[in-house]
Structure formats: structure tokens, C-alpha cells
């Protein structure tokens, strides 16, 4: 008779899911012992690494992904980047081993107390099966919430003493939709508004580029003459930035936000919230006349929107439909934005200055990873990404996330066969938080390339200081780190950046690598505006 474990393998296999990112523990060893040889387990020296690397190769690949933790205290070290999975929309399958169910009423070393609600509310569904013979269901019904939208984590909890029980017969492999189209009623309302508009303008979020509609938005854009933005703090590019129509990314406070939609009448926002604000600036959240439409396919997101008119959808299902609808616009397009002037020199450059390096020399099909949040304005200033697929941060604003999804994003490249180049922009705060995930990296002989701008500081902070007026925060400084010690010590090769002329060289070096290159790039201390 099979046992629990052949079954849930199997059952993994028939699901595409033979990739297993962790940190093995004594409570997920019954699970791992004999790992099958046509499994891959990816193998990261913390869990925020673990979750973080799958998220990345998730969202690269376009399918759920698993990640088996350990137990309550491994759960824990996770949770910055589950809560990250959450906002990012990615379709996770956590498993956590728990202690043995003979145990469990008397509370045993490494028992978690109640599975279910450690990980929430940041999960879609939680769960600790009743029989070990629920468990191979279980994960069938994981892998099938995780995938429907709104796309999200889910989490199992695992006794390690379920495996070796005898199965029951195993669950029906199943497959569920991952789309679904507007109400056509409704859609006809949002394009009648759209059509007597006369200054419209599009905002657009990470679900267009989910949904691979880069295209179908372009051709909305042109068919209303409308100019588009980025929603605030996007965690994903939703329109080619080179694009004559595209504005840049919105503010994410509700008073400058509302000021960079001011003329427009009508403002359709697709695939994102309404909206990501951070700092309270307060102030009305549009411009007096404008009325919004709001295109989600979250039902919980259109709820708390604090303005607009909702329409339940998959982004590039109802941006399809809308161009169907739509008349050509009775009027010219919106004039291109100016190009940003040259940066100025500086020794050591500025944020500026080092992006408007890196364009110079990006690779054409490169993939970009971001976590430098201080710097963020520049890189999107002077990097404009022009490809699907290819940004990608943390919704959430936790950092620790960028480094680990970036080695993800480069074994989803390599395992997908596509082999894009990988190009991860850590701050020299951000970098330390999930640090260990450069010896996976190393271990795998990824050629990721991670570039450092080095200030020393926490100036994401700093900016925040000044912003809201309170002066003197402790541990907002950060002396003494040797990145390329620490680096080189995980096994990646380093170097450090002194020009910007040397950037070129040094990256087209790191990307022939066959391991992971850190590129030290020391920057001006100066602390730009958070606005």
C-alpha cells in the first residue's frame, strides 16, 4: 500500500511541482528523507530566503511554486517575505513540518501551538489536516487556491509523523481557472464613460503585466489618446516606459497624487489598488471633477478602494473587451515627457549618474530587481523598462525580499530555458537582510549580478525624517560593513565600482560569469526628497 509521502509526491509530480525551496529542519525531515532524483530541492540558509527565492521563481514562471519551512519557529523567520508574497499577489504553497500528532496535547519542543493562524492574514487559506490521509488533498486544494485569482500564499501545516501513514486513495489532479472576464453590462457602462471622456488618462498596475497585456493596454492608451501612469510603489512594470503616452510612476501620497491627476475627467485604473499611499499627506484623493473606474479582479481590493466605480475582472481580459468598445479618440495624442537632462558629475556620483551608467550598458533583454528604496526614483527615472516580465520588487515595502527573489528569477530563467539576464539593485541596507541568499546563488552557479550603491545608510529613513520633521533617530547610519568581504565570503566573485566608466566592463564580466558577481558602487550621501 502506499504511504502518505509516495502519494503526495506523486501528486507534486503531476502538478509541475518537483522544485522545493527551503531550509531543511528536524520536523520536515520524514518529508525530505530519500528525496526522489527527479526533485530539485533549492537549498537556502534562512527561511526569508527560502520564500523569497520562491516567490521570485513563481512570478518568472508563471506557476505556483512550493517552499517547506520549519515548523512555528521557521514560519516565523519567513513571514517578512510571506507577508511580501501576499502583496505581491505570487501563488505560494508553504508547507511547515509540525510535530509528531502524538504528541502534539502535551505541547512538545517545537510544536506549533495554532498552525492555522500563525501565518495570517497574510495566506489565502491555512490549514493542519485532521487525518494524515487528508494530506495529499490538501495539497490539491492548496495548489488550486493559490492559483485562482486573486492569486496569493497559502500554508499547510504538517505533522512529521503523517508520512509513513498508509494513503487513502489518491486525490483527482485537477486543474482551475486562473482568469475570469467582466460583466458585460458593467464593462459597457466603463466604456461609455471612457468614450464621452475628454481628457481620460489610464493608470496601470502589476495585474496588466500578470496578465500579459502589455500590448492590449498600449492599444487602449492609443485608442483614447490618453496619457498613463504607473500606479504608486508598482511591484511590477504594466507599459513599455519608452512609450510616447507613458507618463512615469505616480506619488504614492494622496494629496500629489491627486495633483499629477489634475485636468483629467476620467481615470481608469487597471490591475492595481486605489491607491498605495505611504506617507500621509492628506488632501482630497482626486481632482475635483474627476470620476475613477477601478478594474481588479480582487474583490476585498475594490472594497476598501476609498474612491472610484469597480469592475471584477482579469486585467488583460478587460482591457480586450474595452478595445472592442471603444471608438477611435477625436483627438491628438498626448505629447511625449521631457527627457530628464543629463545627471550631474559628482565624486562620488549621485543615484542619477550611476543609472544613467547602467542604461548605457543594459543588457536588451535584461531582467531588473529592485530594492534600493532610497534610489528608486532615480533608477526609474533613468532605467525605463521597455520589456513584459521584467521588474520586479516587493509590494509590500518590507525589504529582504529583492536579493533572494533575484536568485529565484535567474533559476526560473535558466529552468524555463529563456536565460535572460538577471540584474539585482540592492541598497547597502536592503542587501544585509537577506544576505545568505548569495551562497545559493554561488551553489548554483547563477550569473546574477547584484549592484550595491553604497551610501552607508539607511537613507530611505532619513528621507522619511525629513519628511515628517523628527530629527534624531538612532542606527540611521551604516559604518563599517565590507559588502565585498561578506560577498566573496558566500562565494561570488566582487568588485568595486571607484568609476563610472568601469561599469560597462565590469557588468558585461559579471554577466559571462558562471557564479554570482557583487559590484560594489560607493554614491553621494546627499538624501533625496521622498516625494
Known sequence: MATVRETTYDLLRALGLTTIFGNPGSTEEPFLQDFPADFHYVHALHEASAVAMADGYAQATGRPAHVNLHTAPGTG???GNLVTAWHNRTPLIVSAGQQSREMLLMEP??????????PQPYVKWSHEPARAQDVPAAFMRAYATAAQPPSGPVYLSLPLDDWQQPADPPPQVRTVSTRFAPDPRRLREFAALLTASRNPVLVLGAAVDRATAWPLAAAVAERLA?????????ERAAFPEHHPHYRGVLPYAIAPLAEKLTGHDVVLVVGAPVFRYYPHVPGDHLPPGARLLHVTDDADEAARAPVGDSLLGDAGLTLAALLDLLPAADRPPPAPRPTPPPPEPGDPPDADALFAALAACWPTDGVLVQESPSNLAALRRRLPVTRPASYFTMASGG?????????????????????????????????????????????????????????????????????KSTPGVPGLDLPGLDLTAVAHGYGCATRVIDTLPDLADALAEALRADRPTVLAAPISTAIPTLL
Do not use: C
Not at 109 to 118: C, D, F, G, I, V
Not at 226 to 234: D, F, K, L, M
Open 109 to 118: 519542543r517545537l510544536a506549533s501551538r495554532q498552525p492555522t493562524e500563525l
Open 226 to 234: 490618453a496619457p498613463v501612469w504607473s500606479a504608486p510603489a508598482p
Open 77 to 79: 523567520n519567513g513571514m
Open 399 to 467: 525589504l529582504g525580499y529583492g536579493l533572494p527573489a533575484a536568485v529565484g528569477i535567474a533559476l526560473a530563467e535558466r529552468d524555463t530555458g529563456r536565460g535572460r539576464p538577471v540584474v539585482a539593485v540592492i541598497g547597502d541596507g536592503s542587501f544585509h537582510y537577506s544576505v545568505q541568499a548569495l551562497w545559493t546563488a554561488a551553489r548554483l552557479r547563477l550569473p546574477v549580478v547584484v549592484l550595491v550603491p553604497v551610501n552607508q545608510q539607511y537613507a530611505i529613513l532619513k528621507a522619511f525624517a525629513e519628511l
